[in-house]
């Protein structure tokens, strides 16, 4: 599997799939993660291995890893990835009943779609999305996005995802009581070629029984079955499923021999493969047959027991989604903490400002960025003049009560704009920088300047008594590339200059060239 090519073909048919061979998905995507390493392909096999993960139900494991990959995708700025991570997500809080969550994740997968995710897979995503909107009870918003997603179906030539996106549609129709509504969809399902799988034939037979056509819908439920008994679906439940169907339109269309015969078979199916959840329907639908034919002893009885079935299940469920929610708990506290040691090693301890790490890990990608956009960055070096003598005179206290102000003059420094890109750090010892962007270098130097005021200007009397305080500015701009060291090192000859020039004063870079560059040194 050494081909690139051959492995994201791999990659494409999994993530395009409903339903999968999840060992076999398992082993290629660990295949994969190893032959292609720390590259968007490398994090998509990693992505599927957490799919995998997910339909196996260790939804924390499942949670941990998407987190990471999550973070990977939002730093490299992958849609693809931050997209289908967001699907998964929303699948799996779905899975512990958080619908509110889902309906958050997948409207954040959606948001993150553009033309790297497949056309099929973009469609699927709308499709999931309103699935959210009709399970939260947002059938408005629900059947907006079905249509949005049925039109991309039809222009793009996708008879697999229109049809899915026309069951979807039935069924949430269907499940919020509109029988009506979910039978125009089913027609036009029907007007769309291709077969119907057995899924959606179930939902005609529900559908055409609501409505009280028996025989189509005892014919949809049959034909159900014989496109599950054909097909390749190896669900657990499925087959218990298509036959309460199958009871329930028989029951309906008054044939209760053959009803309880039907139900008589989900019943050995459920013991048989311990199928919770279908059992506890077929609990409710033998009571509403025993109630059919009169027989309300019985009904009672196992209306009755339906209901402790339905408890027993909901207990069970709350204790997973209980277990489950404390080791996402634990997750995502996890994370919050690994995120804030990251973001203390960036920190400089006394001041709060970021260190020089940051500024070299952060300003060379920042330096290219604006080279490529043509943007201008101004960066300043600012240096206390004769700290030393504040050390000495009073105390190492005072010095740094006295650098910890000057950091909150720096934060607050903003030229016009606030622009998440510039920054303020601590250098060391009594040296700072000014990362200034969305402003040229004149209006930068200009601001820069009124900082150098307001730092001699700030009451220091409480703090150092009758010594003053003040700082000089060396500052210097780019709008080409340039390196880290070379555009720091003008700036400090610049900072050199302000020094050798009587202190307390901003002098410009000799070589940045501006408009109003004569205006600039008038005023400093």
């Not at 008879?159 to 125009?184: F, H, I, K, Q, V």
Request: net charge negative; hydrophobic share 45%.
């Amino acid at each position: 599997m050494a081909d690139l090519d051959a492995m994201a073909l791999v990659l494409d048919e999994y993530e395009d799939a409903l339903t999968f061979d999840v060992d076999a998905a398992a082993r290629q995507a660990a295949a994969i993660e190893d032959a292609a390493g720390a590259t968007e392909l490398g994090w998509r096999a990693r992505l599927l291995r957490a799919d995998v993960i997910e339909r196996r139900g260790e939804l924390a494991a499942a949670a941990r890893t998407l987190s990471e990959i999550l973070d990977w995708a939002t730093l490299h700025e992958c849609r693809r990835v931050v997209a289908r991570t967001h699907r998964i997500l929303a699948r799996l809080y779905r899975a512990m009943g958080d619908l509110a969550a889902n309906l958050d994740h997948m409207l954040q997968c959606v948001t993150a779609l553009d033309d790297t995710t497949p056309v099929s897979g973009r469609i699927a995503c709308v499709i999931k999305l309103a699935d959210a909107y009709a399970e939260t009870g947002s059938m408005p918003a629900a059947r907006e996005r079905y249509e949005q997603a049925v039109a991309l179906a039809q222009a793009n030539g996708s008879t697999r995802r229109l049809l899915m996106a026309l069951n979807n549609y039935a069924y949430a129709e269907y499940d919020c009581g509109e029988p009506e509504l979910s039978r125009a969809v089913l027609a036009r399902l029907r007007s769309a070629g291709g077969t119907l799988d057995f899924s959606t034939l179930d939902t005609v037979a529900r559908v055409e029984s609501l409505l009280g056509e028996h025989r189509a819908a005892e014919t949809a439920a049959r034909e159900a079955l014989r496109a599950y008994d054909t097909g390749s679906a190896d669900e657990a439940d499925a087959l218990a499923d298509l036959l309460l169907t199958l009871a329930f339109v028989q029951r309906r269309a008054g044939d209760r021999t053959a009803a309880q015969g039907s139900l008589d078979k989900v019943r050995e199916l459920c013991a048989e493969r311990s199928l919770v959840l279908v059992g506890v329907q077929a609990r409710l639908e033998q009571a509403e047959l025993h109630a059919d034919g009169g027989d309300f002893e019985r009904a009672y009885h196992a209306l009755r027991d339906f209901q402790d079935a339905q408890e027993r299940l909901r207990s069970a469920q709350r204790d997973a989604q209980a277990r489950n929610r404390q080791a996402l708990f634990e997750v995502a506290e996890a994370r919050r903490q690994a995120e804030w040691f990251r973001e203390q090693a960036y920190r400089d301890p006394l001041t709060g400002l970021r260190n020089r790490r940051y500024v070299d890990e952060h300003l060379p990608p920042l330096l290219r960025r604006a080279a490529a956009e043509g943007s201008p960055v101004t960066v300043a070096m600012l240096d206390l003049d004769h700290f030393k003598r504040i050390n000495d005179t009073l105390s190492h206290e005072a010095g740094d009560r006295v650098l910890v102000a000057v950091a909150g003059l720096l934060a607050g420094f903003h030229p016009g704009v606030r622009d998440a890109a510039g920054f303020a750090a601590r250098l060391g010892g009594e040296e700072f920088l000014l990362v200034v962007t969305g402003v040229g270098v004149a209006e930068a130097a200009f601001r820069l300047d009124e900082l150098r005021q307001a730092v001699g200007g700030h009451p220091w009397r409480p703090v150092t008594g009758e010594l003053p305080v003040t700082v000089s500015v060396g500052v210097s701009a780019t709008v080409t590339e340039i390196t880290q060291v070379a555009l720091l090192a003008r700036a400090d000859a610049a900072l050199y200059q302000a020094k050798h020039d009587g202190r307390d004063r901003l002098c410009l870079d000799p070589d940045v060239s501006v408009p109003q560059r004569r205006r600039v040194r008038d005023l400093i």
